[in-house]
């Protein structure tokens, strides 16, 4: 009977410890992100109209933007999953696929424009370099752009998030995507 009671007990400290483990973890994405409210704000909350099918309108640019990196979902108040890498051609046909299944009601996605994916970055924060309130759970990683750069290797601008930079990338290596329609 004894060796029952400690086995339970280790069970439930164990549990305990799991738990605390995954809402420390849970948490973190919302601690790290650094804002310095001395700064101007580049892409202030008041600039996008939250829609309810899990997008945003940019009303400065005019372009509708997928609130969440694809590969996660809008559950109705937050995005959810995990938001996947892809490389340069993968990412032009994962933004197809958005097409054919008229995601938000549109057909008219594409990957951004290297100056309209700079239009996001919040360039009062880092880590990552975004409006969490408007784009929840942006990882702080490259994300791919349309923008084509000349070279011997196949190669295509991306913005790195974690400080909002523009960086030249191999088609071939993997970055995230995050989508946007209109002209």
Same mark, same amino acid.
């Given at each position: ?8 007990? &280790? ?9 605390? !483990? !995954?809402? /420390? ?5 919302? @601690? $790290?992100?650094? +804002? ?5 704000? *580049? ?20 372009? &509708?933007?997928?609130?969440? /990196?694809? /590969? ?6 937050? +995005?959810?999953?995990? *938001? ?9 046909? %994962?933004?197809?696929?958005?097409? $054919?299944?008229?995601? %938000? ?11 309209? !994916?700079?239009? #996001? @970055? ?6 990552? $370099? #975004?409006?969490?309130? &408007?784009?929840?759970? *942006?990882? =702080? ?5 349309? *923008? ?7 190669? $295509?601008?991306?913005?790195?998030? #974690?400080?909002?930079? =523009?960086?030249? %990338? ?10 946007? %329609?209109?002209?």
């Amino acid at each position: 009977m004894a060796a029952i009671e400690r086995f339970e007990k &280790v069970d439930v400290m164990l549990r305990s410890l799991l738990v605390s !483990l !995954l809402l /420390g973890i849970l948490a973190l994405p919302a @601690v $790290a992100q650094k +804002c310095d409210d001395s700064k101007s704000a *580049t892409a202030p909350s008041k600039q996008f109209k939250i829609n309810d099918n899990g997008t945003v309108t940019d009303s400065k640019n005019k372009r &509708v933007w997928l609130r969440c /990196g694809l /590969g996660m979902s809008w559950n109705g108040s937050s +995005c959810e999953g995990k *938001t996947l890498s892809y490389s340069w051609a993968a990412a032009v046909e %994962a933004v197809n696929e958005l097409n $054919a299944d008229k995601v %938000a009601g549109r057909s008219d996605w594409r990957l951004p424009r290297l100056p309209e !994916l700079q239009s #996001i @970055v919040e360039k009062q924060c880092f880590k990552p $370099a #975004i409006n969490l309130e &408007v784009f929840p759970f *942006t990882p =702080e990683s490259g994300f791919w752009s349309s *923008t084509e750069s000349a070279g011997v290797n196949p190669r $295509a601008m991306m913005v790195l998030f #974690i400080h909002g930079q =523009e960086y030249v %990338a191999n088609k071939s290596q993997n970055w995230r995507i995050r989508p946007v %329609a209109g002209k």
